[in-house]
């Protein structure tokens, strides 16, 4: 039986380079993305089904996810990697955008968890990946409202680790940095001239293959060119101190 996998954002960078990795591995393959034109020349050349839809949009996760059952019959593997830049100015600032951004990063993410998880469950259990960013571990002072966005999804995915592996689904999510995608199409002569390196999107899409099959629920693989990925570690939070009375203690 093959396993089948939905891909947001698949049109084009990480996606695509995901589906191409896992179709040739032998997945079916469905696939979403805002652009039409480029979603479905991708889902011939993986023989896999496409949906031109807007992820900000709960509709369309939930048509993703009807799409799949319905040509597939299950659902294993759940690639919610669709994303925007920020660009939002706050000296001159665009609700609009923001708004956008938002929609986008977060509530994609969120809508795609809802969407899939009754599927996966119903299939046997499987594995959700977000592509989140390092911009979701530290803070990238370059565009704040993108670094908010995948902050919330690092949030997302560590507190539903628990919930979701009861329900024999795992949730990670990969963290890479600067990616050669269309994301960073502007900036790609500043850092070549600046000497800085940019992981490709195969190298982050290997990554996500090996988060799908992590045993560890909630695992953030932190990616970085020239070096294998690796689970990223938070210090503990320092907990109460000891022998304090509550606050209004009699």
């Known amino acids: 039986m093959s ?23 032998g997945a079916r393959c469905v696939l979403v993305d805002l652009d ?5 020349r991708l889902a011939k050349e993986v023989d896999g089904a496409w949906l031109a839809a807007d992820v900000s949009q709960e509709e369309a996760s939930l048509e993703a996810v009807a799409l799949a059952e319905r040509r ?5 593997l759940v690639h919610l990697n669709a994303g925007i830049t920020g660009k939002v100015d706050f000296a001159d600032f665009d609700a609009e955008r923001y708004r956008k951004v ?20 119903r299939s046997g259990g499987g594995a959700i990946v977000a592509t989140a960013s390092l911009a979701g571990l ?8 993108y670094t908010m966005t995948k902050h919330a999804v690092v949030g997302l995915v560590r507190a539903l680790a628990e919930p979701l592996s009861a329900q ?5 999510a990969v963290c890479p940095g600067f990616t050669d995608t269309p994301l960073v ?24 293959e090996s988060a799908f099959y992590t045993d560890t629920p909630g ?22 101190a000891t022998g304090q009375r509550p606050p209004n203690a009699g």
């Open 72 to 76: 597939y019959g299950r659902l294993d």
């Open 185 to 208: 199409a502007d900036a790609r002569e500043l850092f070549a001239n600046a000497g800085f390196p940019l992981l490709t999107a195969d190298d982050v899409a290997a990554a996500v």
């Open 138 to 145: 530290v803070g990238f002072a370059g565009d704040p409202v």
């Open 3 to 25: 396993t089948v996998a939905l891909i947001t954002g698949a049109a084009s960078g990480i996606g695509a380079a995901v589906a191409r990795r896992l179709a040739s591995g």
């Open 168 to 172: 024999n689904v795992r949730i990670g």
């Open 219 to 240: 695992t953030l693989l932190v990616v970085q060119p020239g070096r294998q990925p690796v689970p990223y570690r938070y210090a503990g939070v320092p907990g109460p």
């Open 102 to 121: 938002v929609g986008v990063n977060v509530d994609g993410v969120v809508f795609g968890v809802r969407a899939s998880v009754p599927l996966l469950v």
């Open 36 to 40: 039409a034109e480029g979603v479905e």
